[in-house]
DNA sequence: GTCTATATAATGATAGAC
DNA sequence: GTCTATCATTATATAGAC
């Protein structure tokens, strides 16, 4: 860093360091100390710059939910590489950061769950009606089928999920989202 | 209560406010004073009889998911069965306490996603894979959809679940689990 | 612009009295 | 069998120095 005195670098490098640590830990499983340092910085800063935790938080969850990690722009096959880039980001070996992540292990936390909603309403949701043309409910169950599956597979560890064949997983979840998106 | 100084009681409140507990706020969400407190106990109580708070987590985990609350015994209606109670017990007025609740406020904390899954794996998949003849990974796909909607319809709260007609979202469900399940 | 120091509150767990 | 009292740690947030 060439500034050791920079307003935007070091509120850059704390929401980066908090993308990061809510991802890993969700809202609940990191403190304010823990960022700071991350980002090379005092717990304070992370305070003058975002008002509390909470508010780094929001700003967290509004760049993550922007971010396109699994739900393409391809309407022709959607179902299909949505499928597949599921699969393969929560392969066991994956270690991803995803915004996925973020949402699944923030959600306990009431406030942090009003938060994510607002960002999936205005981002997510409204991106997958555009590509898909699907109805809006199908659009939120199709989510709600992501999410799962990100959680059985990642964040609970069900061995049924990480030891299956790819390939049969692949096919199954394109099935099911065929019906959802198109 | 009869008994003030009654072991197999005393426990037994312990056990049960602990389940009303995580079930509604997670496993980092509430803390031991408030559980014992809820059971009419000092929080002391609690180590002295589970060990620690993951000893009184693993345990009630062991209870809540022998419970069965979607997942019916009979196979022929199985795919509608399931989509029925979901769509029912998800409902916006509903306020259930439901395993799959624990389940998904829990799961942020290592420790806790790891009983968590051990407890799925015994009793849960067990239950559905008899009940349904499905697949392994069918059976579990279809345990992350059911995770996954609750999780968006209860926990985050999307609109559009939680607007949607519901029997419209019965009927899509039945012919994803009717694809899972049979 | 960033720090040290601190206020205030809550956490999980334990010692020892009765 | 259950309590009060307490330890050690951690949490978010703020005051004031430089």
Redesign the pocket.
Known sequence: MV?????????EAILRAGVEAFTRAGY?G?????I?AAA??????????F??????FAEVVDVSVTERTVLGSEPRTLAHDIAAALVRRTAPAADTLDPFLLVLRSAANPRAAEILRAGIEKHVEKHALEVSGASRPDVAIALALINGFWLMRTVIGSTALTEADEAALTDRLEQLFHILLT
């Open positions: 500034h050791r005195r920079d307003a935007a670098a070091t509120r609940d990191v403190g304010v100390r823990e700071a090379g910085v005092t717990a304070m800063l992370v305070n003058r710059y008002g509390s935790k909470e508010g780094l």
